[in-house]
């Protein structure tokens, strides 16, 4: 910036907006374990991207030149059948990343992403973070720790699927919507029903059925409109902990 020249407010925003970016691109293990310089330095070479809801972020058969992540809204993995029919994979939030097998193993993606929202997804070039690899042979093996984790919470949701009840895997996934430990909480469900109840293990019909379950609990649905009567009741429901509210 020239000398004598003043920041706008849209360079505030631009300014606030990239940490908050930081913030998220950081809760994926990948990107954490590379450090924060390294991160922005690799993520800032290729700005996040905003989808429409329904757009296509990459096809099935493309080859895998990246990984992503996701900043905003909701994106959905999916393989496509012989006879036309999706199969959903699994559905990614803020934070969360994926592709990164295929990237680091080349050829081409086994299944198709695409936003189920409105959303912005951080493309990570595969080029680009070899050469740092290669540069920095430590990094490869901080790297293969975080992948281990992230394996690791992949584990426990599989376990989740098969410990927890229909009723109490809707109000996990209710929970992880809630910022408050107690009280009253609203919350708009992310997407289309059906695809919570794939992302939950679950066919649509057996979803609705646990959904109305729920009201035992103190929850209610309106359309897409969840209301919780007592956030700390439906966590001890769920036999977890409740998240301490933010400070």
């Given amino acids: 910036m020239e000398q004598g020249s003043k920041l706008t407010p849209a360079d505030d925003k631009a300014g606030a907006c990239a940490m908050d970016d930081n913030a998220i691109l950081s809760r994926s293990p990948l990107l954490r374990a590379m450090g924060a310089d390294?991160?922005?330095?690799?993520?800032?070479?290729r700005p996040a991207r905003r989808y429409a809801r329904g757009e296509s972020i990459f096809q099935q058969g493309d080859p895998a030149e990246s990984f992503f992540v996701v900043i905003e809204g909701w994106v959905k993995l999916y393989r496509e059948r012989e006879n036309g029919d999706q199969v959903v994979v699994t559905i990614f939030a803020a934070g969360e990343s994926f592709a990164e097998a295929a990237m680091f193993l080349g050829g081409r993606y086994p299944a198709s992403a695409e936003a189920?929202?409105?959303?912005?997804?951080?493309?990570?070039?595969?080029?680009?973070?070899?050469?740092?690899?290669?540069a920095q042979p430590q990094l490869a093996f901080d790297m293969l720790a975080a992948a281990s984790q992230h394996l690791k919470k992949l584990v426990l949701q599989i376990e989740q699927l098969k410990t927890q009840s229909a009723p109490q895997r809707i109000a996990e996934f209710f929970l992880?919507?809630?910022?408050?430990?107690?009280?009253?909480?609203?919350?708009?469900?992310?997407?289309?029903?059906?695809?919570?109840?794939?992302?939950?293990?679950?066919?649509?019909?057996?979803?609705?059925?646990?959904?109305?379950?729920l009201s035992e609990v103190g929850v209610t649905v309106y359309r897409d409109t969840i209301r919780v009567k007592d956030v700390a009741h439906l966590a001890s429901f769920c036999e977890r902990s409740p998240k301490p509210d933010p400070i």
């Fill in 176 to 213: 992880d919507q809630i910022t408050t430990a107690s009280g009253a909480a609203v919350i708009a469900l992310p997407y289309e029903k059906a695809l919570i109840a794939n992302r939950l293990g679950m066919k649509p019909e057996s979803f609705s059925r646990a959904l109305s379950k």
């Fill in 38 to 45: 390294l991160m922005r330095s690799i993520v800032q070479s």
């Fill in 116 to 134: 189920v929202s409105p959303a912005r997804v951080a493309r990570i070039d595969g080029s680009a973070l070899r050469r740092e690899i290669i």
